[in-house]
């Protein structure tokens, strides 16, 4: 269940229209690493997370995507305002105007439609939470090539904003990652990892073992 | 704080700030649900987001709408643009 809330979560006033820009942002929309892929991919996943935390943290960042699709679709649809015929052709917005006019459609700056073919739900915590710090990062990348494309300044506050809540989210899901998973993973590789540090019977094998100069380590293996 | 001859600007940034806060607070908590200075600062800014809601609401029409009822008059006032895309002299 959601309550829609009749404002943005962080203002979006851009007083030129840029259409060409639009097209480069439409990206973050519906593009391989935007918002709507990133809203329906934690959405998804939360239901086979294994643990509170997870479902927790999938469903607020999944909700806070939802607040991020609305902030790109305002600043596509402001970019897009007032148009001239002969600015929709001069600056190759024309392809987009054919199909769409200046109505919101989720693709990529190319063109593509969305497609949740860019994006897992595995049912596997582990997969999914390293598939979404991947796909922060991605999208921070996303943001920092738009920044290498924008000039506007009301336009750069709001992708400096929503680059900055990637990097948040990033820090978000790997604190969900390092929390006991263990009896999902494989246990070797959980020992590794150090996913068994909550579970005192592994915590100094899985944590302080050297496979050097012990067969402690190897010991839990040797189990599984 | 929320005097009544604030600017809709003024009010509509105080209840983005709080309730951006709020965000950021709720994503940190999930990962950290004892950490003390978080879950203070978490009630400060409910409150705060409460207060200022309420005085946006009540001159502005309802942000969710469950803030209905605090909005004045016999009209359903849900739809009154301007929408959250929209600048201010868009509204239909």
Redesign the interface.
């Given at each position: 269940m959601w309550?829609?809330?009749?404002?943005?979560?962080?203002?979006?006033?851009v007083a030129r229209p840029n259409p060409a820009l639009a097209r480069v942002i439409i990206s973050q929309f519906g593009g391989p690493d935007g918002e709507m892929g990133a809203a329906t991919r934690y959405l998804s996943q939360r239901f086979s997370a294994p643990n509170d935390?997870m479902k927790?943290?999938l469903t607020?960042?999944g909700t806070?995507e939802l607040a991020h699709i609305?902030m790109v679709?305002?600043l596509i649809?402001?970019l897009t305002r007032n148009l001239s015929i002969d600015e929709i052709k001069k600056s190759g917005f024309d392809t987009y105007f054919v199909d769409h006019t200046t109505g919101l459609y989720p693709a990529d700056a190319s063109g593509n439609p969305f497609t949740a073919a860019t994006l897992q739900s595995t049912g596997d915590p582990i997969t999914d939470l390293n598939e979404d710090l991947a796909a922060e990062q991605k999208a921070r990348l996303t943001y920092d090539n738009i920044l290498r494309l924008a000039d506007d300044p009301d336009v750069r506050d709001v992708i400096k904003f929503l680059r900055a809540r990637e990097i948040?989210?990033y820090q978000?899901f790997g604190?969900?990652n390092h929390?006991d998973l263990s009896r999902f993973y494989p246990l070797w590789a959980a020992a590794y990892r150090g996913y068994l540090r909550h579970n005192s019977v592994f915590q100094n094998a899985g944590m302080t073992a050297n496979p050097e100069k012990s067969n402690t380590f190897f010991g839990i293996f040797q189990n599984t | 704080m929320a005097e009544n001859n604030e600017s809709k600007e003024v009010l509509?940034?105080r209840?983005?700030v709080c309730?951006?806060i709020l965000?950021?607070l709720?994503?940190?908590l999930?990962?950290?649900p004892e950490d003390q200075d978080a879950l203070r600062c978490f009630e400060k800014h409910r409150a705060m987001y409460e207060e200022a809601a309420e005085a946006y609401t009540k001159r502005y029409?309802?942000?969710?709408?469950?803030d209905h009822a605090a909005t004045q008059g016999n009209k359903w006032r849900?739809v009154e643009g301007p929408?959250?895309?929209e600048?201010e002299k868009e509204g239909m």
């Open positions: 309550v829609y809330q009749k404002k943005l979560q962080y203002p979006v006033k935390e927790g943290i607020d960042i806070e609305e679709c305002s649809y402001q948040v989210h978000r604190e969900a929390t | 509509l940034h209840l983005q309730g951006f965000v950021e709720n994503e940190y999930d990962s950290h029409g309802p942000v969710t709408i469950l849900w929408w959250p895309w600048t």
